[in-house]
């Protein structure tokens, strides 16, 4: 196995992640009685990439973000050397969780949600490190060229949680996350990725679970509800918009 600059063996570095349910102290805090997370007692993450899938507050932020806490990240977001606070609203749900690591070290890690990148800008600003960024401070970038700068030039070899890296990206700039995520697997990186995007989600080396009443459930790519909904309505977006909007809808290429 190759060997990081400091000598230590890297990724994969989470196996598992167990959540010790007799040490709930409040059993009524949210996260405690989410459908979705109630009944969970062991999760295995993938070496590479592990994508979490689901409806709208089925619980994936919650459960990335505990992780990401547990493995020392602040819940804001960013690198473990950003200790920024704005708010105070994260779960109690990283209390309960151990992780089963591979090995202890882990040369590089990041949090990054939608909302925690103007926060990580202001910080790169701060440090004074936002010249190795083209020159340029993410804070003069687009939301979506301000992620991608981030991931290229900062996210190297690591443990890396994404919360809907999609939100910012374009369907060809999520084409090429794809290469950004695949060059990081390459240097032997884990990545954790709570997305809604059919496109990210079909990265290959990688396991994906579904959040919803039933807990946290693997499953295959072609039979998450994204890539379904999103192939069936590709397919025939004429048929799907009667069907939604009950009445017979002209397909736009055929209207003159
Ligand atoms: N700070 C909070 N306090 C109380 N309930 C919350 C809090 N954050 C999220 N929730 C609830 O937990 C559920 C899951 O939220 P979240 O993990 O953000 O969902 P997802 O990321 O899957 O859309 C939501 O229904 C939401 O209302
Ligand atoms: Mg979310």
Do not use: C
């Amino acid at each position: 196995m190759a060997k990081f600059k400091h000598g230590a063996t890297p990724g994969p570095f989470i196996e598992s992640v167990l959540f010790e349910r007799g040490r709930i102290s409040d059993p009524n805090h949210y996260a405690f009685v989410l459908p979705s997370l109630k009944g969970l007692m062991k999760l295995d993450l993938h070496p590479k990439v592990t994508f979490f899938v689901g409806e709208n507050g089925s619980g994936k932020s919650t459960l990335l973000e505990a992780i990401a806490i547990a493995n020392g990240l602040n819940p804001e977001g960013g690198s473990r050397n950003m200790l920024f606070e704005t708010r105070a609203s994260h779960s109690e749900l990283y209390k309960i969780v151990r992780l089963r690591r591979y090995h202890a070290l882990v040369p590089d890690a990041w949090f990054m949600r939608a909302e925690s990148l103007f926060n990580v800008a202001s910080e790169i600003d701060n440090l004074g490190v936002g010249r190795s960024y083209g020159g340029k401070s993410l804070h003069e970038q687009s939301h979506g060229e301000a992620f991608m700068t981030l991931v290229e030039n900062r996210f190297s070899q690591g443990l890396y949680f994404l919360d809907e890296p999609e939100a910012a990206l374009s369907p060809q700039r999520q084409l090429e996350f794809l290469v950004l995520l695949h060059q990081l697997i390459e240097k032997q990186s884990q990545i954790v990725i709570a997305t809604h995007s059919p496109i990210i989600m079909s990265y290959p080396e990688a396991k994906i679970y579904s959040f919803s009443e039933a807990g946290v459930r693997p499953v295959a790519y072609e039979e998450t509800e994204h890539y379904r909904v999103t192939r069936s309505f590709l397919e025939s977006p004429e048929r799907m918009l009667g069907h939604l909007l009950g009445k017979k809808t002209k397909n736009k290429a055929e209207s003159p």
